[in-house]
């Protein structure tokens, strides 16, 4: 919860600057702490996005093999899972809670499209791997409802 409040804060309150609305802000330590939990959910993100997509590139002839895919396809997924994961560690440093909870909910829009692309996939015919594929989408899923919930409880 927030509450807004335009009095000179006391040293009792926590108060920044609202710049979105130019007023003083009161946070509630609930909002804090939620705040904490975003930026750890994102940091687990970017954690996982990272190490799939290092291992992606260092074992793409065998995943490649294993899926039946062209092993430059999985390269570039993997060099793209990497670029993915420093963006949002950079999102996870963004000071100002408005913005850090506008790009935690891209991160999760895009988190949920992979969700979504995974069950296109698999549904589309791919057998091969479908369980590591399926594996991934639930542990992706899980981060981004994590996010989205961090990301609510920190208005």
Known sequence: MRMLDTMTPTS???SAPDHSSGTWRTDH????????????ALG???AFSAASGAGAIVAAATIGERLDVDT????????V??????AVL??????YRGRLRAWALAVSIADIGWVLGTVLVITAGLTAGAT?????????GLLAAAQL???????
């Open 132 to 140: 590591a594929l399926i594996a991934i989408a639930v542990v992706v």
């Open 81 to 86: 899972l990497v670029g993915f994961a420093a």
């Open 12 to 14: 009792a309150q926590t």
């Open 72 to 79: 430059a396809i999985i390269c570039v997924a993997g060099a």
């Open 90 to 95: 950079a999102i996870r440093r963004v000071e």
């Open 149 to 155: 919930h961090f990301r609510a409880s920190s208005a």
């Open 29 to 40: 330590p609930g909002t804090a702490r939620a705040e904490r939990y975003l930026r750890t």
């Open 44 to 46: 687990a993100n970017a």
